[in-house]
């Protein structure tokens, strides 16, 4: 199983990285400063735009269109409504980190 890592051990990575720049910054402000910028990706996101996370991914958003579908209890055809999602799209250099 993998592990879950939260916005305060993100926060403590971007606080190590910064302290080896020789930048010094608390680690309550560096887990703000990662809720911040994560907000920024998913409000671009949420109004359309495709985010490019460097040569890693994008962060795209998708919709997908009303379909009909069946009930699997019951059988019943029913609606499914339009609906919006985020696809990760993975480049090369994720891929190869991944496959180790």
Do not use: W
């Not at 606080?15 to 990706?41: H, P, R, S, T, Y």
């Not at 891929?95 to 180790?100: I, S």
């Amino acid at each position: 199983m993998t592990e879950k890592i939260n916005t305060q051990e993100l926060g403590k990575d971007l606080q190590g990285i910064l302290e080896a720049k020789g930048i010094v910054i608390k680690a309550k402000e560096c887990k703000e400063i990662v809720e911040e910028f994560v907000d920024a990706i998913f409000k671009r996101v949420n109004d359309g735009e495709t985010v490019k996370l460097g040569a890693y991914a994008d962060l795209e958003p998708r919709t997908r269109a009303a379909r009909k579908g069946r009930n699997p209890a019951t059988g019943e055809e029913i609606d499914i409504a339009e609906s919006r999602a985020v696809g990760l799209k993975p480049h090369k250099k994720l891929k190869d980190l991944l496959k180790g």
